[in-house]
Structure formats: C-alpha cells, structure tokens
C-alpha cells in the first residue's frame, strides 16, 4: 500500500539506552522530515533529508542522529535516550515546496 | 525558535458557527500550508497557498495571507462536529517546514 509508515507505534525504552524510529515512504519523495511534538511546542523539526545521502539539521538536533541510504527510508537514532526525549515522534515526506505527508507517529517514553 | 504562532490557542463554537484562526510568522517563506490533527493522530494537509497569492478556497476553508504582515488566517465556515482537531500552520522556507503550536477547535454539536 502507498503511503508512509512509522515502526514501532509505541516504545519504552530506558535512560542511556539505544533506539532507532523507523519510517518507510513507497512515493520517492524527496525529502523526509523528522519532527518531535510536544505539548506548549507545537512540532519541532529535528533532521530533514532533500535526498538518498543528503542530511541536514532542523531546530532540535541534539542527540539524534539520522542516516538515508536509501530514498524511502528515513530511521531516526537516539544514541543515549534521555528523558526529555520522551515525546511523540511523525515522519514526513514531500516535495521540494509541496505539502507533506505524515506518518502516524510513534509515541516513545524514555523511563 | 518556531516560524509559525497560531492564535488562538483554543476556540470552542457551536456547530454551524464559522471558525477563525490566525497565524503569524517571522520570515521570508514560499508558501505557507495549514494542517490538521485528530486526536492521536499524524497531520493532514488541507491547504497550500504560495507567497504570491492573497487568497485561495478550498470546499469550506478559506485561508487568507499577507506576506506585508507575515500572517495568515484560515476560516472555516459552516463549521461541523467532525472538524474538532488541532489545525496548525506551516510555513515552507525551501528545504523546511516550520509549524507553529497549533490551535485547538472544538466544535459544539
């Protein structure tokens, strides 16, 4: 089926562990978007990518790290989570000035 | 910091009112889109309007911008119970998007 998928929907994971949020686009978008929601904050962009190698920073990077070796994947690592990491994490992907269309979200807890 | 600051931050209205709410923004962009979240739910895109447009309609939204003022408005008329969400704005500076904090519509049937 078309569309974007975030895995997994739910994650508990603990402080100073390891986790990556998977999210898979089928339209070869271009550009894929990492954002963290949180309540006061709106959605804050962490990392976008413009294309398959091509990374770059958005408003709240710090701690994350992203990779795109492939186009329509877009995985997001926590490499030592900590609890202000807790949040609800959405994937998207578009077009260079398009709209963007969102994942599902996954809702990680860091105890 | 964010591009985007929805106001207000929550309205409430009865069914069949029309829902007004503003967004403001701090620089230059190529378009600037409106989004809305269902409870739990990923964001859905309802409408795009470029830098050069003033107005744009789509079914029952009308968003309006004003690039002098950096600010945008989105009405929603003939409101229904199905629009209860969270309606952000966007705003789109080439490579990124940049959302405000949103606000919340709740719709009195």
């Known amino acids: 089926d078309a569309g974007i998928t975030q895995s997994p929907r739910y994650k508990i994971t603990e402080t100073g562990r390891q986790v990556t949020l998977m999210c898979h686009q089928t339209?070869?978008?271009?550009?894929m978007f990492w954002y963290r929601q949180d309540l006061g904050h709106g959605l804050r962009l962490i990392y976008y990518s413009a294309a398959a190698d091509i990374t770059d920073k958005g408003e709240v990077p710090d701690g994350y790290v992203v990779s795109r070796s492939k186009t329509e994947n877009f995985p997001l690592t926590l490499e030592s989570a900590t609890r202000s990491q807790t949040s609800v994490y959405f994937c998207?992907?578009?077009?260079?000035?398009?709209?963007?269309?969102f994942g599902q979200g996954t809702r990680l807890t860091v105890v | 910091s964010q591009q985007g600051e929805e106001d207000p931050q929550a309205l409430s209205i009865q069914e069949g009112e029309n829902a007004t709410m503003n967004c403001s923004y701090k620089t230059s962009i190529n378009n600037l889109q409106w989004y809305r979240q269902n409870s739990g739910r990923g964001l859905v895109h309802l409408i795009l309007i470029r830098s050069n447009e003033r107005e744009k309609h789509s079914g029952r939204l009308r968003v309006t911008l004003d690039t002098s003022k950096k600010s945008s408005s989105l009405l929603i008329t003939a409101s229904r119970a199905a629009d209860t969400a969270s309606y952000f704005c966007?705003?789109?500076?080439?490579?990124?998007?940049?959302f405000g904090t949103g606000t919340s519509l709740t719709v009195i049937p």
């Open positions: 339209w070869s978008h271009s550009y």
């Open positions: 998207a992907s578009g077009y260079l000035n398009t709209e963007a269309f």
């Open positions: 966007a705003t789109n500076t080439g490579n990124q998007f940049y």
